[in-house]
T-cell receptor, first 110, second 114 residues
């Protein structure tokens, strides 16, 4: 069974601080997606990383796919209250069905 | 296209009643997925369709759950004889058939069984 473990499960920090969220697996994925979800809404796709070692930037968010395509990280620089939400990673294995992490609940305090 | 639409947004029902939810996906998307999500957790896969064919159903899904996508467009998810444990957010998503295509989610239906 393929699993994706996210860490930390919960993170509460002050505005302006940096943070990193991790998504790890023992399985190889053809690609990995990151979503953000706000309360009462469905997840919204942020980025898809495809190539091992790939780095993608979305304003203050930096996404990295591990060289072996088994893990990924999301780094947020100078976090803002608007970054608050549930961050989910999802791996794409060979059979197209996404494998979801349990999510990291992020709270940025003003 | 206005994205993925789900109806209703909220549903409160008494235990034992049947409920039906509707999802209208993005029209160009062939794949449609149903997920269930409880507070603070990631989405839990229920089932998915490619066009009108239901290709996979979670083994966790009891026989009280059934989904249809009769014309390959909108889909319905029915829960019969609801139980309190069915209370959750039910999410619908659609995607193209390309491997690794991102999912577009609806806003979900929040079900509360009392």
């Amino acid at each position: 069974t393929q699993l994706l473990e996210q860490s930390p499960q919960f993170l509460s920090i002050q505005e302006g601080e940096n943070l990193t969220v991790y998504c790890n697996s023992s399985s190889v994925f053809s690609s990995l997606q990151w979503y953000r979800q706000e309360p009462g809404e469905g997840p919204v796709l942020l980025v898809t990383v495809v190539t091992g070692g790939e780095v993608k930037k979305l304003k203050r968010l930096t996404f990295q796919f591990g060289d072996a395509r088994k893990d990924s990280s999301l780094h947020i620089t100078a976090a803002q209250p608007g970054d608050t939400g549930l961050y989910l990673c999802a791996g794409v294995p060979s059979n197209y069905q996404l494998i979801w992490g349990a999510g990291t609940k992020l709270i940025i305090k003003p | 296209d206005t994205g993925v639409s789900q109806d209703p947004r909220h549903k409160i029902t008494k235990r034992g009643q049947n409920v039906t939810f509707r999802c209208d996906p993005i029209s160009e998307h062939n794949r449609l997925y149903w997920y269930r999500q409880t507070l603070g957790q990631g989405p839990e896969f229920l089932t998915y369709f490619q066009n009108e064919a239901q290709l996979e159903k979670s083994r966790l899904l009891s026989d009280r759950f059934s989904a249809e996508r009769p014309k390959g467009s909108f889909s319905t998810l029915e829960i019969q004889r609801t139980e309190q444990g069915d209370s959750a957010m039910y999410l619908c998503a659609s995607s193209s058939i390309h491997r690794g295509a991102g999912y577009t989610f609806g806003s979900g239906t929040r079900l509360t069984v009392v």
